[in-house]
C-alpha cells in the first residue's frame, strides 16, 4: 500500500461517509490501496474543511399536486432555471423578507373580523325580532326607515367582504411579483 496515491474527490467523500458509519480506518485503506494514516488524515481534513466553510447541507421534501408541480415547473423554465432542485434553492434563499408575516395586513385583519362580529350581532338581532313578529302574527316592529337602514346594513357587509377579498389578493399579487423577481434576479446573475 503506498501512501502517495492521491485520493479522487469521490473517494475521499466515500472514506468520510463510510468512516462516519463505523467502518475501520484498516478495512478503508485496504479498499483504497493507501496507508491508514492516510484514511484519519482524509477524515480529518474533510470535517476540518467542513466546518471551516460551515456548509451544512439538509435535504428538503415537498409533496405536491400534479398541477400544482406543472405550474412550477412553467415559471422555471420561463426563468431560465433548468432543476426543480435550483429552484427550491433559489426560492429559499431569496425567502428572507418574502414570507415574513406583514404586520400591517394582519392588524387591518384583526380590525375588519372585529367589525364584522359586530355587524354579525346586529344581524342576528334584527332576525330574531322579525322571527318573533312572524310568530305572532304580527308586523315588524319597525318602519320604512329601519328596513332602509337594514338594506344599508347587508350592502355594507357585501362591500366590507369585497373589502378583504380585495385586500388578500393585493397581498398574493405583491408576493407573486416579488418571488418572480427574486427568481428572475438570481437567474441573471447566474450568466
Known amino acids: 500500500m503506498s501512501s502517495r496515491r492521491r485520493l479522487t474527490r469521490e473517494e475521499r467523500l466515500v472514506i468520510v461517509r463510510e468512516s462516519g458509519k463505523g467502518v475501520s480506518a484498516k478495512?478503508?485503506?485496504a479498499?483504497?490501496?493507501?496507508?491508514?494514516?492516510?484514511?484519519?488524515?482524509?477524515?480529518?481534513?474533510?470535517?476540518?474543511?467542513?466546518?471551516?466553510?460551515?456548509?451544512?447541507?439538509?435535504?428538503?421534501?415537498?409533496?405536491v399536486t400534479e398541477e400544482e408541480l406543472r405550474a412550477f415547473d412553467a415559471v422555471l423554465s420561463k426563468n431560465g432555471i433548468n432543476s426543480r432542485s435550483d429552484g427550491l434553492r433559489r426560492l429559499i434563499q431569496c425567502a428572507n423578507g418574502v414570507f415574513i408575516p406583514d404586520e400591517h395586513l394582519s392588524s387591518e385583519l384583526s380590525s375588519f373580523r372585529a367589525a364584522l362580529n359586530r355587524v354579525g350581532?346586529?344581524?342576528s338581532q334584527i332576525a330574531k325580532r322579525m322571527n318573533e313578529a312572524n310568530k305572532k302574527?304580527?308586523?315588524?316592529?319597525?318602519?320604512?326607515?329601519?328596513?332602509?337602514?337594514?338594506?344599508?346594513?347587508?350592502?355594507?357587509?357585501?362591500?366590507?367582504?369585497?373589502?378583504?377579498?380585495?385586500?388578500?389578493?393585493?397581498?398574493?399579487?405583491?408576493?407573486?411579483?416579488?418571488?418572480?423577481?427574486a427568481l428572475k434576479e438570481l437567474?441573471?446573475?447566474e450568466e
Open 121 to 123: 350581532n346586529n344581524v
Open 137 to 181: 302574527g304580527l308586523r315588524p316592529p319597525f318602519g320604512p326607515g329601519s328596513l332602509s337602514q337594514m338594506r344599508s346594513l347587508a350592502g355594507f357587509v357585501l362591500d366590507f367582504a369585497d373589502q378583504v377579498h380585495s385586500l388578500a389578493e393585493r397581498r398574493r399579487s405583491h408576493l407573486t411579483l416579488t418571488v418572480n423577481a
Open 31 to 63: 479498499r483504497f490501496k493507501v496507508t491508514e494514516r492516510a484514511i484519519y488524515y482524509t477524515v480529518r481534513t474533510e470535517k476540518e474543511r467542513r466546518r471551516e466553510s460551515s456548509i451544512r447541507t439538509r435535504q428538503v421534501s415537498v409533496t
Open 27 to 29: 478495512a478503508l485503506a
Open 187 to 189: 437567474a441573471d446573475g
